[in-house]
């Protein structure tokens, strides 16, 4: 119950302080492309190789692009009044299918490398904690600051050469078999052999991120005084670790993790492009590159929402690890 | 890649610094040392660049693909242009530090200012720059980064630049915290008392205090800008003008079955610099937080 | 019968549709099963079709159908459905595909085809000449070239269901190759009539008439097509299913097709750098044919209203430090021929070989800028410039690199600058803010249609890309590219170009280089897939798995 009342003001509160922000982020955002150099039609016309100033015009009216800028920005507010994210003239199609086409592939690698590298960095910095200072610590911190330290594609392509390449055991590229008709568990697994890849390179520099932060907060929550009297009361040192410590450094992980999921889309850009991935992040930069401003407005939009989605779980999941956060 | 500018463990040690005994501390961190001896090592041979390997690093000097000491006049073989390797990844250096340490000064001043001005003050011009630092921190930094050199050229500045304005927001949240908690604290009301601007006391009252954090991250912001850079180059949005170890990956990344040298050699100078920054960034931290040291 | 499915899946490479003599049959029945043992975990990871072709492309298309659009990457799919008028041998000589006959008139000045009979729209719809003339009508208003290839045309006319009459005003000797399914594809009239060509959903669910039906686009993903049963052209096609798969990485292109999970490409779909390794691997083969419909010219135009550049000793000591060899060499990795001409080697009846006038001699190149006045001002560097290249290929971006070491050799300070094509695109026709810039131009199927744009003083229109960049005026060749484009008989028509390529080679506006060499990669089990001109991006009714 309590934490029912707690969601819905979380929620409301939620999004009375995003709505400006993502006002915001929509009229900057849109300003700020007027002035990237070049429209879509130059870039219809470079690719094509050819043009007539008549096609050209075409190309502008059909695109909207003959009407001032703020006329642009007013249509484009009206269509999100109305729920649209309005139409992408170079794909022919509304941007909501363009992004919901690409929105599963998406959420199924950020989610899945977010699950990856929490669990997997908790775990290591729980370990890293528990033997601090000595040698294990060491070494793990050394490995998972390498992690930290090498750049995420780079680490793609290094795992395509060892597991696809050379063993041959995950394939390199893609979301799916392409003209398998697979259907339930066939498909699930497909999907899921050519998700390892990405979401091991994308998942990378985030668990060394959450390791390190699990080690530190853990350390310093070893400190309080609620695990003091934990370990007068006699509790195993296992259990103290577990239920007093871990819990209670979760909430910086968690807070910090939920902080990242937006960054999550724009690092993907890169993991995407290594693999081929059909994710946003792809599309936002093909937008970019085609002046395609309605798509990377829509993406900009959707990723802003799901940040502040996760910020409402992350708040809930706080108050389920501890009870005396209050709502602020 | 562009994503480390927002993690850090720091946010979580709002903890004033140790004051005394700070130089032994420093050096009794034997992966602090190592840390420095590399970025050490790697500035030096960025500044001695010029002295080491004259001459345009870009120039198409000796045949090309030549791998590393086929030929005694290019230890570390030529890339698919012809161009040495060695020439490149020392010149490299210095853009990569460049580029690392502009962006984070640049994301440093935008941070610290819209957080001291923001922690210090309150109220409504807290609530708009608390607006405005989520704002940026919502849009996918690496795609900001992306349009901002769109708009502009991918040249240094313009890299540098976008880094700078795509990673202020971690630096603004946590020097707002900072004024937030010192604002309080006895010596601002003194300073207060005393009559002082509020400019002098947010710059040399506060803001001193407030430092020791801020320095910890920004070694890491460092770390962030350079891969962030290599990101870039590594989609062909670099600064064609200079070479980075960015643009050398990404060049050689095609050749990354045949000739493997030309990706490794200046990813590991990447990871190396990288992971030296990382190292100070954690050694910083271990001495500015006291509590930790009494372990 | 399970097994035996999953056995065919296995081999890849099923039989023929049609029967297998029975020794054949048990012997891959058992052959199967052995596979199937040993496979039969990752079972589920191949192809459950053993008919299936799979290309490759770099991006996703814009449209499915080349008509408001012909990006690469749209011409690569768009004839699979939609198909043309005409097909081309190799040698650009015209065959019959929608129309089976066809007749120009002594004066060049009237077209007509007979259409073939009993073809169905995929809706089931018939397809009549009535088509073709909406077709060429909508093309000459909407197509990015339309307005200049159909420019002389006056009228389409319709005598009968089968039958189609293009007039001109003027001869259009050019024409007849410009009837190819990419360049002017034909659309089903009733879908168009009435609508707005480039938003009609058409583009993004094409119905044609052509030997595979569209069947789903997976946006960012990929594109599936099935075989037409009801083709004209039967028993074509010859493969069940083609699928069109995206991938924008050419190292993750290179593994695919070791992986075999893509069977083909063209325009050299992989890395250069990558071609030598790949050609030692025993499944892949490599094509040269099925190219010659669009030669490519990579050349490095000047901007002649730069300050530098207006001088034309400028530009002939800029010629003499650029050494060819090394630009076909090392920037292409040999996958180039070398050309002194704005005409592609390629098109052998037009091509000028002779070399340019400014040979590779860099104490001649300093000697003229000596001449110029612009001697070195600190002992080096004589002044400084900026290049742009156009972003759109990879080799782009390296010759821009080599001219930069070249020109640094006699004293000119060159730096790059990148960008985007959009930007590139901009900078170049419309802003007009450059000194000089690496681009390509195709050729396209003839000088008049490719390259005439290029230097005609009216093609110097600001904001139109791909027209007079170098700002080049000579009456001259204005009269010679003007005659030649209704000039009727072939032998003066190339005696006009002789002319015009000796002019601009020695006026030099712009520096030709090199035409890449495009290749086509497949899989050796996939035959007959360059049997056209446009290889790939024809209609492949004839390509089969084997």
Request: proline share 6%; hydrophobic share 45%; charged share 20%.
């Given at each position: 119950?309590?934490?029912?009342?707690?969601?819905?003001?979380?929620?409301?509160?939620?999004?009375?302080?995003?709505?400006?922000?993502?006002?915001?982020?929509?009229?900057?955002?849109?300003?700020?492309?007027?002035?990237?150099?070049?429209?879509?039609?130059?870039?219809?016309?470079?690719?094509?190789?050819?043009?007539?100033?008549?096609?050209?015009?075409?190309?502008?009216?059909?695109?909207?692009?003959?009407?001032?800028?703020?006329?642009?920005?007013?249509?484009?507010?009206?269509?999100?009044?109305?729920?649209?994210?309005?139409?992408?003239?170079?794909?022919?199609?509304?941007?909501?299918?363009?992004?919901?086409?690409?929105?599963?592939?998406?959420?199924?690698?950020?989610?899945?490398?977010?699950?990856?590298?929490?669990?997997?960095?908790?775990?290591?910095?729980?370990?890293?904690?528990?033997?601090?200072?000595?040698?294990?610590?060491?070494?793990?911190?050394?490995?998972?600051?390498?992690?930290?330290?090498?750049?995420?594609?780079?680490?793609?392509l290094?795992?395509i050469v060892l597991f696809s390449v050379k063993l041959g055991w995950l394939p390199s590229g893609g979301a799916m078999t392409v003209g398998a008709?697979?259907?339930?568990?066939?498909?699930?697994?497909?999907?899921?052999?050519h998700?390892?890849l990405?979401?091991?390179?994308?998942?990378?520099?985030?668990?060394?991120?959450?390791?390190?932060?699990?080690?530190?907060?853990?350390?310093?929550?070893?400190?309080?005084?609620?695990?003091?009297?934990?370990?007068?009361?006699?509790?195993?040192?296992?259990?103290?670790?577990?239920?007093?410590?871990?819990?209670?450094?979760?909430?910086?992980?968690?807070?910090?993790?939920?902080?990242?999921?937006?960054?999550?889309?724009?690092?993907?850009?890169?993991?995407?492009t290594v693999f081929g991935?059909?994710?946003?992040?792809?599309?936002?930069?093909?937008?970019?590159?085609?002046?395609?401003?309605?798509?990377?407005?829509?993406?900009?939009?959707?990723?802003?929402?799901?940040?502040?989605?996760?910020?409402?779980?992350?708040?809930?999941?706080?108050?389920?690890?501890?009870?005396?956060?209050?709502?602020? | 890649?562009?994503?480390?500018?927002?993690?850090?463990?720091?946010?979580?040690?709002?903890?004033?610094?140790?004051?005394?005994?700070?130089?032994?501390?420093?050096?009794?961190?034997?992966?602090?040392?190592?840390?420095?001896?590399?970025?050490?090592?790697?500035?030096?041979?960025?500044?001695?660049?010029?002295?080491?390997?004259?001459?345009?690093?870009?120039?198409?000097?000796?045949?090309?693909?030549?791998?590393?000491?086929?030929?005694?006049?290019?230890?570390?073989?030529?890339?698919?242009?012809?161009?040495?390797?060695?020439?490149?990844?020392?010149?490299?250096?210095?853009?990569?530090?460049?580029?690392?340490?502009?962006?984070?000064?640049?994301?440093?001043?935008?941070?610290?200012?819209?957080?001291?001005?923001?922690?210090?003050?309150?109220?409504?011009?807290?609530?708009?720059?608390?607006?405005?630092?989520?704002?940026?921190?919502?849009?996918?930094?690496?795609?900001?980064?992306?349009?901002?050199?769109?708009?502009?050229?991918?040249?240094?500045?313009?890299?540098?630049?976008?880094?700078?304005?795509?990673?202020?927001?971690?630096?603004?949240?946590?020097?707002?915290?900072?004024?937030?908690?010192?604002?309080?604290?006895?010596?601002?009301?003194?300073?207060?008392?005393?009559?002082?601007?509020?400019?002098?006391?947010?710059?040399?009252?506060?803001?001193?205090?407030?430092?020791?954090?801020?320095?910890?991250?920004?070694?890491?912001?460092?770390?962030?800008?350079?891969?962030?850079?290599?990101?870039?180059?590594?989609?062909?949005?670099?600064?064609?003008?200079?070479?980075?170890?960015?643009?050398?990956?990404?060049?050689?990344r095609e050749m990354l079955r045949t000739a493997?040298?030309?990706?490794?050699?200046?990813?590991?100078?990447?990871?190396?610099?990288?992971?030296?920054?990382?190292?100070?960034?954690?050694?910083?931290?271990?001495?500015?937080?006291?509590?930790?040291?009494?372990? | 019968?399970?097994?035996?499915?999953?056995?065919?899946?296995?081999?890849g490479c099923?039989?023929?549709?049609?029967?297998?003599?029975?020794?054949?049959?048990?012997?891959?029945?058992?052959?199967?099963?052995?596979?199937?043992?040993?496979?039969?975990?990752?079972?589920?990871l191949t192809p459950?079709?053993?008919?299936t072709a799979t290309m490759v492309l770099a991006t996703?298309?814009?449209?499915?159908?080349?008509?408001?659009?012909?990006?690469t990457t749209?011409?690569a799919v768009?004839?699979?459905?939609?198909?043309?008028?005409?097909?081309?041998?190799?040698?650009?000589?015209?065959?019959?595909?929608?129309?089976?006959?066809?007749?120009?008139?002594?004066?060049?000045?009237?077209?007509?085809?007979?259409?073939?009979?009993?073809?169905?729209?995929?809706?089931?719809?018939?397809?009549?000449?009535?088509?073709?003339?909406?077709?060429?009508?909508?093309?000459?208003?909407?197509?990015?070239?339309?307005?200049?290839?159909?420019?002389?045309?006056?009228?389409?006319?319709?005598?009968?269901?089968?039958?189609?009459?293009?007039?001109?005003?003027?001869?259009?000797?050019?024409?007849?190759?410009?009837?190819?399914?990419?360049?002017?594809?034909?659309?089903?009239?009733?879908?168009?009539?009435?609508?707005?060509?480039?938003?009609?959903?058409?583009?993004?669910?094409?119905?044609?008439?052509?030997?595979?039906?569209?069947?789903?686009?997976?946006?960012?993903n990929y594109i599936?097509?099935?075989?037409?049963?009801?083709?004209?052209?039967?028993?074509?096609?010859?493969i069940?299913r083609l699928v069109v798969k995206f991938i924008p990485d050419a190292a993750a292109r290179s593994i695919a097709f070791e992986s075999g999970s893509v069977d083909f490409g063209y325009r050299t779909p992989v890395a250069l750098s990558d071609l030598d390794r790949l050609k030692s691997l025993p499944n892949l083969k490599f094509e040269t044919k099925g190219a010659?419909?669009?030669?490519?010219?990579?050349?490095?135009?000047?901007?002649?209203?730069?300050?530098?550049?207006?001088?034309?000793?400028?530009?002939?000591?800029?010629?003499?430090?650029?050494?060819?060899?090394?630009?076909?060499?090392?920037?292409?990795y040999?996958y180039?021929?070398?050309?002194?001409?704005?005409?592609?080697?390629?098109?052998?009846?037009?091509?000028?070989?002779?070399?340019?006038?400014?040979?590779?001699?860099?104490?001649?190149?300093?000697?003229?800028?000596?001449?110029?006045?612009?001697?070195?001002?600190?002992?080096?560097?004589?002044?400084?410039?900026?290049?742009?290249?156009?972003?759109?290929?990879t080799?782009?971006?390296?010759?821009?690199?080599?001219?930069?070491?070249?020109?640094?050799?006699?004293?000119?300070?060159?730096?790059?600058?990148?960008?985007?094509?959009?930007?590139?695109?901009?900078?170049?026709?419309?802003?007009?803010?450059?000194?000089?810039?690496?681009?390509?131009?195709?050729?396209?199927?003839?000088?008049?249609?490719?390259?005439?744009?290029?230097?005609?003083?009216?093609?110097?229109?600001?904001?139109?890309?791909?027209?007079?960049?170098?700002?080049?005026?000579?009456?001259?060749?204005?009269?010679?590219?003007?005659?030649?484009?209704?000039?009727?008989?072939?032998?003066?028509?190339?005696?006009?170009?002789?002319?015009?390529?000796?002019?601009?080679?020695?006026?030099?506006?712009?520096?030709?280089?090199?035409?890449?060499t495009f290749l086509t990669l497949h899989n050796a089990k996939i035959h007959d897939l360059a049997?056209?001109?446009?290889g790939a991006e024809?209609?492949l009714?004839?390509l089969?798995v084997k």
């Amino acid at each position: 119950m309590r934490l029912l009342s707690r969601a819905g003001k979380s929620l409301s509160r939620t999004a009375i302080q995003a709505l400006p922000v993502v006002l915001g982020i929509v009229v900057l955002n849109f300003l700020l492309l007027q002035l990237v150099p070049g429209d879509a039609a130059d870039v219809i016309a470079g690719e094509s190789g050819s043009a007539t100033a008549e096609t050209m015009a075409a190309l502008r009216k059909q695109f909207g692009l003959d009407q001032p800028v703020l006329i642009q920005l007013a249509n484009y507010l009206d269509h999100l009044a109305h729920l649209s994210l309005g139409f992408s003239p170079r794909y022919n199609t509304p941007v909501g299918d363009l992004i919901m086409s690409r929105l599963p592939f998406t959420l199924l690698l950020m989610l899945s490398a977010f699950v990856l590298s929490l669990v997997v960095g908790i775990a290591f910095g729980a370990f890293m904690a528990a033997f601090a200072r000595r040698w294990p610590d060491r070494a793990l911190s050394l490995f998972v600051l390498i992690l930290y330290s090498a750049p995420g594609f780079w680490v793609g392509l290094m795992i395509i050469v060892l597991f696809s390449v050379k063993l041959g055991w995950l394939p390199s590229g893609g979301a799916m078999t392409v003209g398998a008709d697979l259907t339930g568990l066939a498909r699930m697994g497909d999907l899921l052999t050519h998700l390892v890849l990405p979401s091991i390179s994308l998942a990378c520099f985030f668990t060394a991120v959450y390791a390190r932060l699990t080690r530190s907060a853990m350390l310093e929550v070893e400190r309080q005084d609620f695990v003091r009297a934990a370990e007068a009361k006699g509790l195993g040192p296992f259990a103290i670790q577990m239920r007093h410590v871990l819990r209670n450094a979760l909430i910086p992980v968690t807070t910090v993790a939920g902080l990242h999921l937006g960054n999550l889309l724009g690092g993907a850009i890169v993991v995407e492009t290594v693999f081929g991935w059909p994710g946003m992040g792809r599309l936002a930069l093909d937008a970019v590159m085609a002046r395609d401003f309605n798509v990377l407005l829509g993406v900009l939009l959707l990723s802003s929402f799901v940040v502040i989605v996760a910020n409402v779980l992350i708040d809930l999941l706080h108050a389920w690890l501890d009870p005396r956060i209050e709502s602020v | 890649m562009s994503t480390n500018m927002t993690s850090l463990p720091v946010t979580l040690l709002a903890v004033p610094a140790a004051k005394n005994g700070r130089l032994s501390a420093f050096l009794r961190q034997p992966t602090f040392v190592a840390g420095l001896l590399i970025l050490g090592v790697v500035m030096t041979l960025a500044c001695v660049a010029d002295l080491l390997y004259p001459g345009d690093p870009q120039d198409l000097v000796g045949p090309p693909l030549l791998w590393p000491f086929q030929k005694t006049e290019f230890q570390l073989g030529t890339d698919s242009l012809g161009r040495d390797i060695a020439a490149g990844l020392v010149h490299g250096a210095r853009v990569s530090l460049i580029i690392g340490f502009s962006a984070a000064s640049i994301g440093l001043l935008i941070g610290t200012l819209v957080g001291a001005v923001g922690g210090y003050f309150g109220g409504l011009a807290d609530n708009v720059l608390v607006r405005v630092t989520e704002l940026f921190q919502t849009v996918p930094a690496f795609l900001l980064v992306v349009v901002i050199v769109a708009i502009g050229e991918p040249s240094l500045k313009v890299i540098a630049l976008a880094i700078g304005i795509a990673s202020w927001p971690t630096i603004a949240r946590l020097v707002r915290a900072q004024f937030r908690s010192l604002r309080e604290q006895d010596f601002v009301m003194a300073a207060r008392s005393l009559g002082y601007s509020d400019t002098r006391i947010i710059f040399v009252e506060i803001l001193p205090n407030a430092l020791p954090p801020v320095v910890v991250t920004a070694s890491v912001m460092v770390a962030g800008a350079i891969l962030t850079e290599t990101g870039l180059s590594f989609l062909n949005m670099g600064d064609p003008n200079v070479v980075s170890w960015g643009s050398m990956i990404g060049d050689g990344r095609e050749m990354l079955r045949t000739a493997w040298f030309l990706t490794a050699l200046p990813g590991t100078a990447t990871a190396l610099t990288v992971l030296a920054l990382n190292l100070i960034g954690d050694g910083l931290n271990e001495i500015f937080n006291p509590r930790m040291r009494e372990r | 019968m399970t097994i035996e499915r999953i056995g065919q899946r296995q081999n890849g490479c099923g039989p023929a549709r049609g029967s297998l003599p029975e020794s054949r049959r048990t012997t891959r029945w058992i052959k199967s099963v052995l596979a199937s043992t040993v496979l039969c975990a990752g079972a589920w990871l191949t192809p459950a079709h053993a008919e299936t072709a799979t290309m490759v492309l770099a991006t996703e298309p814009p449209t499915l159908v080349s008509l408001t659009n012909v990006a690469t990457t749209a011409l690569a799919v768009s004839g699979k459905v939609t198909e043309g008028l005409l097909e081309y041998n190799e040698d650009l000589s015209p065959e019959p595909l929608l129309a089976t006959s066809w007749n120009i008139s002594p004066d060049g000045k009237e077209y007509s085809f007979k259409l073939r009979e009993g073809v169905r729209w995929h809706d089931g719809k018939p397809f009549t000449a009535a088509d073709a003339a909406f077709s060429i009508n909508l093309l000459k208003k909407v197509h990015p070239r339309g307005r200049s290839t159909f420019a002389n045309v006056t009228s389409v006319e319709v005598p009968d269901p089968q039958t189609l009459v293009i007039k001109l005003s003027q001869p259009a000797p050019y024409l007849i190759k410009a009837f190819a399914s990419t360049e002017t594809p034909i659309v089903p009239k009733h879908l168009y009539e009435g609508t707005d060509a480039a938003s009609n959903p058409n583009g993004n669910t094409p119905i044609g008439t052509g030997p595979f039906k569209f069947k789903e686009w997976q946006r960012g993903n990929y594109i599936v097509y099935e075989r037409n049963p009801d083709y004209w052209g039967k028993p074509d096609p010859k493969i069940d299913r083609l699928v069109v798969k995206f991938i924008p990485d050419a190292a993750a292109r290179s593994i695919a097709f070791e992986s075999g999970s893509v069977d083909f490409g063209y325009r050299t779909p992989v890395a250069l750098s990558d071609l030598d390794r790949l050609k030692s691997l025993p499944n892949l083969k490599f094509e040269t044919k099925g190219a010659s419909y669009s030669y490519n010219v990579t050349r490095l135009e000047f901007n002649l209203d730069n300050q530098y550049f207006r001088d034309k000793r400028v530009r002939e000591a800029v010629a003499h430090a650029i050494d060819r060899k090394v630009i076909v060499n090392t920037i292409h990795y040999g996958y180039a021929t070398i050309t002194y001409s704005p005409i592609a080697p390629g098109l052998k009846e037009f091509h000028d070989p002779t070399p340019s006038p400014y040979a590779y001699d860099l104490k001649a190149a300093a000697k003229l800028l000596d001449e110029a006045g612009l001697k070195p001002t600190d002992g080096k560097t004589r002044f400084r410039l900026t290049l742009d290249f156009n972003p759109i290929t990879t080799e782009g971006r390296r010759l821009a690199e080599y001219i930069r070491a070249s020109l640094a050799r006699i004293g000119i300070a060159v730096d790059l600058r990148a960008q985007d094509i959009s930007a590139f695109v901009k900078r170049i026709y419309t802003d007009r803010d450059f000194d000089f810039a690496v681009n390509g131009a195709s050729n396209l199927f003839d000088p008049t249609v490719g390259v005439q744009r290029l230097y005609w003083s009216k093609s110097f229109v600001k904001g139109v890309p791909f027209s007079n960049a170098t700002h080049y005026s000579n009456p001259e060749v204005d009269r010679l590219l003007e005659q030649a484009a209704v000039e009727n008989d072939p032998k003066t028509r190339v005696g006009l170009f002789k002319k015009f390529q000796d002019i601009v080679a020695e006026d030099i506006p712009d520096l030709n280089l090199v035409s890449p060499t495009f290749l086509t990669l497949h899989n050796a089990k996939i035959h007959d897939l360059a049997t056209t001109a446009d290889g790939a991006e024809g209609n492949l009714a004839h390509l089969y798995v084997k």
